[in-house]
């Protein structure tokens, strides 16, 4: 098994990790951190490619990553206002009590 | 002869790691580094309380602790002792789990900072391409100590003491940062080491051309002391601990060998973030005066270290304690605008590096000077008149 | 793989697997930070210094410190018994399964298993980064910029106080 490839697995985990959370969680909040995770683990995937892919000088994939991690910033600060925002008006950061579109 | 002292300590390392078997070098040479850089700035921690309190009591007007052995020089062994045996209390509601671990999350990235900081020529831990990000990163892990210390302790004062400290962090972070960012632009470097190099040579044969002589530099020099002031809790910036409010924010249920550690901690970081300044705008380990060049590098960073702390000492025991509202003001806008402001000024600052024709030199240092003390003293009067920043009258009781 | 990246992987995959099973939010959101400090190593390993030291900054430094905050504020009343979970979760975490079987199975059976190894060591260089950033990438530096402060502002109007809702005596 190549370096590489471990990366890739170690990535896939993390992902799948994220992924179970975001299915399996009532809490909105959880279910933010759980869409972090899965983009740490492109993330990972991005910089394990630009190491090991054939061209590192051009710094793609470190760009990506660093663009990804700054989006997911404004991402989680939008995120979380929201959820402030939802707990105001139906007292609850449960996702599955916040099931009217109605307010 | 001035090599000998000067390489003192580097030879000294490389003495010891090369008398080691082959297979112990790898490990040996951080071990050492970080072995000597524990115990120097271990013993100027105890060093430190004691000319604080010394020095506290000065300006107070008494003669503070002269119990201890001569003097009360035995002062920092007696405390040391008395923080070892103190029962060492746990709340009974307390998460366990996270009130053991928050002092060592506060201590750890504290003590990794020092790994990019140059002590003096050739003396660095790790020279990363990233130092002063390294540096920031390692700041940014204290403040989840901080919550931690708080929110373990379930108890309302160290919570709230918990969430002033983060608010107070993390507004104060942003004016420290860019006020970093001028040095970084003009260096094209994010090493501490290219950033200290980038600060060798002298103005006129005889003045260092240390960062902190340009406007923009000692502006900038002037916002990372205070919001380093603020970063480290000190007063006049140590709202998260006012004792006569919050009793001692997040460390109201820390006692005993806990309490020294996040006390350690604290001195610490003030260290870490005055040797960073040091390092980014007095010119790191070079002499002040091309005359004064024949002393080790070394002697000249501990020499600028024992000023700062002597100058944090002396503004503890001057300025009264800052007000909560005062405070996050203060930071988002007033030091904010103005470190923004400052970057275009050390832009220009760089622009007119070209500059060839008589008077150059002093039109720009005044023209860049003026850049920044007109909207300076616009934006402070601003704030004094509209947001009440001003001197209050009281009225007494008739 | 070295014992660096496997101690990393492992602090990496147990934060995370421990963020999303806990009970006490707080405990999650802590986990979740020590995750990302694991992840910030593995970028350490693989020679992207700038990433790894600007992931600990905005995921530990700001992110971590805003999950505990929201956790705070939305304080969930207390109801007795009630499950963390979404009732019938057995779905959930079989769809997770299958997902990440699919992934790992995909990776290993993939061209990459017999690509070869790096041949240098290419530790990204900050001024390469800051020159691609201000050259290359500069249109996304801008309009990342622009995304930044709308979603301060946006984040600030959400949790503002409704207008009309009473201000506390």
């Known amino acids: 098994m190549s370096t590489l490839q471990s990366f890739l697995i170690v990535s896939a985990l993390l992902f799948g990790i994220g992924l179970t959370g975001v299915l399996t969680r009532r809490n909105a909040i959880l279910v933010l951190l759980g869409i972090e995770f899965m983009l740490n683990a492109a993330n990972l995937n991005f910089i394990a490619f630009w190491r090991f892919g054939p061209n590192p000088e051009a710094l793609t994939g470190v760009m990506f990553a660093l663009f990804a991690i700054a989006v997911a910033a404004a991402e989680a600060a939008v995120g979380l206002a929201l959820v402030i925002a939802i707990y105001r008006h139906a007292r609850t950061a449960n996702l599955d009590a916040v099931e009217e579109l109605k307010g | 002869m001035f090599e000998l002292f000067d390489q003192l300590f580097v030879n000294l390392k490389h003495a010891v790691v090369g008398a080691l078997p082959e297979g112990w070098q790898v490990l040996a040479s951080p071990l050492i580094s970080a072995a000597a850089i524990l115990g120097v700035f271990a013993s100027l921690f105890a060093l430190t309380v004691l000319v604080e309190r010394k020095g506290l009591g000065r300006i107070q007007n008494r003669p503070g602790p002269n119990r201890v052995g001569p003097a009360g020089l035995l002062q920092p062994l007696a405390d040391f002792i008395k923080a070892l045996t103190k029962e060492d209390i746990v709340p009974v509601s307390a998460d366990k789990v996270l009130h053991f671990l928050a002092p060592v999350v506060m201590l750890a990235p504290v003590l990794l900072a020092y790994a990019v900081l140059p002590f003096g020529r050739n003396m660095v831990a790790v020279d990363f391409d990233a130092g002063l990000l390294f540096f920031f990163a390692a700041g940014a892990c204290v403040e989840l100590a901080v919550f931690m210390a708080g929110w373990s302790s379930h108890n309302k004062f160290s919570l709230l003491g918990a969430m002033r400290a983060i608010a107070q962090m993390i507004s104060y972070e942003l004016p420290l940062i860019l006020a970093t960012l001028g040095v970084v632009m003009l260096v094209g470097s994010l090493s501490l080491v290219d950033i200290v190099a980038s600060q060798a040579g002298h103005h006129w044969g005889w003045l260092a051309r240390w960062w902190v002589f340009t406007p923009w530099g000692l502006a900038a020099f002037v916002i990372f002391l205070i919001a380093a002031t603020a970063e480290s809790n000190r007063a006049p910036f140590d709202l998260p601990e006012g004792e006569a409010e919050l009793v001692a924010g997040h460390l109201v249920e820390y006692s005993g060998f806990k309490y020294a550690i996040f006390f350690i901690a604290e001195y610490l970081g003030l260290f870490a973030v005055s040797a960073l300044a040091i390092t980014l705008f007095l010119g790191g380990w070079h002499a002040p005066v091309a005359a004064l060049d024949w002393l080790p590098s070394w002697f000249w960073f501990g020499a600028k270290l024992a000023g700062f702390i002597v100058f944090f000492i002396w503004v503890r025991g001057t300025l009264p304690r800052v007000r909560v509202d005062h405070l996050m003001g203060f930071a988002w806008k007033f030091l904010l605008p103005l470190v923004l402001w400052n970057l275009v000024v050390a832009a220009v600052w760089w622009y007119s590096r070209g500059w060839a024709f008589a008077g150059a030199g002093i039109l720009r240092w005044v023209g860049c000077a003026a850049m920044i003390l007109i909207p300076y003293s616009l934006l402070g009067r601003a704030l004094y008149t509209r947001h009440g920043l001003g001197p209050r009258t009281y009225r007494l009781a008739a | ?169």
Not at chain 3, 24 to 53: K, S, T, Y
Not at chain 3, 113 to 127: C, H
Request: proline share 6%; net charge positive.
């Open chain 3, 1 to 169: 793989m070295n014992t660096a990246l496997l101690i990393f992987s492992t602090i990496t995959l147990a934060g995370a697997a421990a963020a999303m099973t806990l009970r006490n939010l707080i405990h999650c959101a802590l986990a979740g930070a020590v995750a990302f400090l694991g992840l910030a190593g593995l970028f350490l390993g693989l020679g992207a210094e700038f990433v790894a030291f600007g992931q600990v900054l905005v995921y530990v430094g700001a992110v971590a410190i805003l999950i505990v905050i929201a956790v705070l504020l939305t304080r969930p009343a207390r109801v007795a018994g009630e499950s963390p979970r979404v009732e019938p979760w057995l779905p959930g975490v079989g769809i997770g399964v299958l997902v990440t079987g699919a992934l790992v199975a995909m990776v290993k059976a993939s061209l990459v298993a017999r690509s070869p190894e790096a041949v240098s060591s290419p530790a990204a260089p900050v001024k390469a980064i800051g020159e691609q950033l201000m050259t290359t990438y500069v249109l996304p530096l801008e309009v990342l910029g622009l995304l930044l402060t709308a979603a301060l502002i946006g984040a600030v109007l959400l949790a503002l106080r409704d207008p009309g809702e009473a201000r506390r005596p």
